[in-house]
């Protein structure tokens, strides 16, 4: 009874076909533009926890995420409320970096970004507590984070959640003493 680990994984591949992608403006009139987006998500959750004595245990948990996302079937919103989708919204084409307007009626700029993206995370934490005397404790927690986005779109979700190993980690150690009085 003095070990316990617990794991999860989950991976998810949601599409969603109005997905606001960016606002820009064309002759004077803000224009909205919406996209389909494919997400794909892989992560996992372990919590380790060992109690070398009841007074004196260790505790880990750890969390790599990774996210990527392609948009395409750009759109145009027009009359955001109508039931009607062919009123609510007019395709775009993407010619060279620009999205068109397929009536005609002007150019969309995309030049200033790519809404596909990948990203990736690790969050952990260890924790050292030791109860030094009755309702008295010390603890020592490390806590480990990278992170990465890109705004460019990575095929595979488990290659993405690999190079993770490649990122720099920020680190922070915090140190926590807490002692109880009796009146």
């Known amino acids: 009874d003095n070990f316990s680990i617990s794991t999860i994984t989950g991976f998810s591949n949601e599409v969603d076909n109005s997905q606001y992608v960016k606002q820009t403006e064309v002759e004077q009139k803000k224009e909205y533009v919406v996209g389909k987006i494919d997400r794909e998500t892989l992560y996992t959750t372990l919590r ?7 007074e004196l ?15 395409d ?60 005397k009755t309702g008295s404790a010390f603890y020592f927690v490390w806590t480990n984070n990278l992170s990465n986005y890109e705004s460019v779109y990575n095929p595979s979700v488990i290659k993405s959640l690999k190079s993770l190993s490649n990122l720099e980690a920020q680190n922070a150690f915090m140190i926590k003493f807490s002692y109880w009085f009796s009146l």
């Open 48 to 54: 380790i926890e060992y109690f070398i004595t009841p």
């Open 57 to 71: 245990s260790l505790q880990f948990y750890g969390r790599p995420y990774a996210s990527i996302c392609k948009y």
């Open 73 to 132: 079937s750009y759109r145009n919103g027009n009359i955001s409320k109508s039931k009607d989708l062919s009123e609510r919204y007019s395709p775009l084409t993407i010619s060279g970096d620009n999205l068109i307007d397929e009536k005609g009626n002007g150019y969309l700029d995309f030049t200033t970004e790519n809404p596909d993206f990948n990203f990736q995370e690790f969050r952990s934490n260890f924790v050292l507590r030791w109860e030094y």
